[in-house]
């Protein structure tokens, strides 16, 4: 099954509608991988809802359990079975259901002990809540397929990087429409150990604030040397974003690219020798640990 077709039929529940639920079904519906009525999300602001409503044309509800049995038709039936289960048509019986937790760590304990009588075994349960473990979601929900996933900014312009793992109650074909969902945001990539999450927590979803830190930092130095700030923005944007795309096509080594640009004596031996002096490499190596650590720490304190 191609990306394009695993999500067919299917019915997306989006639980939380931010600005990461925000980019997905913007990136679904952009790629025609879903239509808006197989869209449902909810949300406590009404002006979020209308909001989300009027961009998309996808269904929003307050109650988090109306988004996740909410029927194709557009009613809501409160505690009822949810897609695929008894009191639906036979077209709505073929149809799969995707259920995405995109809420603040602290309010996924109250949440999943709304949704545990409402979310059915043939449900896939995917969640991106930050430092929610599979286990802590699996036990509270007493539910078995569960993804959990970490993207990161870029993915609201199409160009993130999401990292996910799956239990192994995921079927292949639920399988399909996680690398379809997740697609749609850019580059994804799955990993096997649950540990290798916070891991991507730390380096790929915690990466553009290091970037743009760096970016900030040389906008700066620009402006500090004479440009004006909108002259700088523009020589350092360019710059880095030059940088990565010729680092993705070369497919070298970052190490032999920055030798290529390295003569001896030249401006560019002495601006390494000024970052390595300053320690460039240990401040970013302990900021990534120390991001790991806390993505951890999260994890634990969601599960109390």
């Known amino acids: 099954m191609s990306n394009s077709d695993a999500l067919n039929g299917a019915r997306l529940s989006f639980i939380g509608c931010g600005v ?4 997905i079904i913007a990136g679904l519906l952009s790629k025609n991988l879903v239509k808006p009525e197989q869209v449902a999300g909810s949300h406590p602001s009404e002006e979020r809802r209308k909001e989300l409503q009027g961009k998309y044309g996808i269904r929003l509800f307050e109650n988090n359990r109306e988004a996740v049995g909410a029927h194709p038709t557009g009613a809501a039936r409160v505690g009822t079975p949810a897609f695929g289960h008894s009191g ?6 073929a149809s799969s259901s995707i259920v995405i937790l995109t809420v603040k760590p602290q309010r996924l304990g109250v949440i999943l002990g709304e949704l545990r009588e409402v979310v059915q075994p043939d449900q896939l349960v995917i969640s991106i809540v930050a430092g929610a473990r ?3 979601i699996a036990d509270t929900l007493q539910h078995r397929a569960i993804v959990r996933a970490m993207p990161n900014t870029p993915a609201q312009i199409g160009e993130g990087m999401t ?3 799956a239990t192994p109650e995921v079927s292949e074909a639920q399988q399909a429409q996680i690398h379809a969902v997740f697609g749609a945001l850019g580059r994804e990539m799955h990993v096997e150990e649950e540990r290798m999450i916070d891991m991507a927590t730390a380096l790929s979803a915690t990466g553009p604030t290091y970037t743009f830190l760096v970016m900030e930092a040389l906008i700066d130095a620009g ?3 004479g440009f004006s700030r909108h002259v700088a923005e523009e020589l350092v944007l360019q ?11 070369s497919r070298k080594h970052p190490a032999e690219l920055r030798n290529m640009v390295t003569s ?3 401006t560019s031996a002495e601006a390494i020798y000024q970052m390595e002096k300053g320690g460039l490499r240990t401040v970013l190596s302990k900021a990534v640990w120390a991001a790991y650590q806390r993505a951890t720490a999260l994890g634990r304190k969601v599960k109390e």
């Open 134 to 136: 599979v286990e802590t």
């Open 239 to 249: 710059t880095m974003l030059g940088s990565v795309l010729f680092a993705r096509e």
């Open 20 to 23: 990461m639920a925000e980019a």
């Open 88 to 93: 639906t048509s036979a077209t709505d019986k």
């Open 163 to 165: 990292v996910w793992t």
């Open 223 to 225: 402006v500090h040397m």
């Open 264 to 266: 001896p004596g030249g």
